[in-house]
């Protein structure tokens, strides 16, 4: 590759080139509203049942934001420049999002909040192909979190990217669809909106995560588990339908996916469980498949919440293929190293010790930039 900003992305195992590495620099805590409980509602809710969702005396609901000690935001922060160095070394060009400024609390004409830090890129973009593709944030906090991101846009843009967005949400009161979760009455009053605003007329908004998806060249994997879903791939369809094949996975789980599917590279899946080949096209059915085993050597750390995680135990199947023999793999997992080396790949322990709090792995964290993959089909 001659030229660090030249975007072209369509897999996720071909040799990777150039990355964007995300940052919590700046980062202070999580605000809890509905957009952040329905947007992990699986993996908060013993959190948010041990703290009766937040009522005061009163019965009012009343979200707070949880504040993250310094000490862990230092910790995360070593272990992403360890992983930056790692890239590095092996030959990856790397940039970096923008440190997060500004006052913490955000607001539009619909609500308030607390903004995030770009930490986890993959999240709110996907690149397909030489498009770079902003997607529609789910959680309210993360409204503004891209524009982080924009100083790398432009001089990709300028370059000679396609550059798109999805159409923004207002995320106001009754935009979201809880519908994936059974809920009790008692949980259902928790995912209700008790302090946003309401738009008139506007009903269920398109809202949808890039890393809903999972790119496989010219096929693109795509989890819809609810009606925001559903427009977000209708939107895809619309757009790009006519390059590459959207394929539709049945609610496979609330939100992103990969931390349950990744394709190591053509014919070879990494999996949570077997179940999950239930839940995608017949003809990626026929690929080889490693499982990946349970982490028990290392214990995820307890904080003071000791039940707040936004990320299942599966976090650490999140790895990033550097191409189709080598991927780097947090330390703290050596069941599922051995099981890769067992299979013939090179793998790169990498230390990553809050994956669960932050709700993030090392393909979380990066967005690949160039690959050397090209359009075509691997079915």
Known sequence: MTDKWIVNSYDEWSQLRDVIVGRIDGFFGFHFDNSFDIGCFDNLKPFLESHRYFKDKMGKFNWPLIRIKPEIIAELNEDIEGFVKTL????????????????ERIQTPFWTSYQSAPLNVRDQTIILGSTIVETAPTVRSRIFENDYMKPLFYQYM??????????RPTLCAGALDPSFFVLSKKEGEALKDHHALPLTG??????????????????????????????????LISEFGDIFNFHRLDRLVDN????????????LWLLRSRKVLEFIPPEFRKWDVIVAPGRTKYPFPSYKHNDFAMSSRFLDMNLLSINEKTVIVNSLFPELIEVLEDNGFKVIPVLHRHGRLFGGGFHCFTLDMHRDGNLKSYV
């Open 158 to 167: 300028l370059q000679g990217a396609h550059w798109q967005c999805m159409p």
């Open 88 to 103: 590095k070394s092996l030959g990856v060009i790397v940039h970096r999002p923008s440190q997060i400024v500004g006052k």
């Open 202 to 235: 506007l009903g269920l908004e398109l809202v949808f995560d890039g890393a809903q998806c999972i790119r496989v060249g010219k096929d693109v994997l795509v989890n819809v588990a609810n009606r925001n879903h559903e427009l977000g791939l209708r939107w």
């Open 256 to 267: 992103h996916i990969d931390s349950l599917i990744l394709p190591l590279r053509p014919g």
